[in-house]
């Protein structure tokens, strides 16, 4: 978690090939459509931006819409009683 929470210093610090390097691990296709960068990310990335879009909100509510929460529940809960 240390490692993660500082991420995007340590990427821009990189040099340009370095940054391509990362962004080829991490970036499945990028393409430019209406005005806005739409990427798709390889997996376990995707699943990572669909559970963090699965957050609270800044009015307070879940938004577990667009997220696909329902790929981390397990098909029963582990204490049924």
Request: net charge neutral; proline share 2%.
């Amino acid at each position: 978690m240390a490692l993660t929470s500082n991420v995007a210093e340590q990427f821009e610090r990189q040099c340009a090939s370095e940054q391509r390097r990362l962004l080829r691990l991490v970036v499945q296709e990028a393409i430019w459509q209406n005005a806005e960068l739409r990427i798709c990310f390889r997996e376990p990335f995707e699943q990572l931006r669909l559970s963090n879009a699965a957050t609270i909100t800044k009015d307070g509510y879940f938004s577990a819409v667009d997220a696909n929460s329902g790929i981390w529940r397990r098909d029963r809960d582990s204490n049924p009683g």
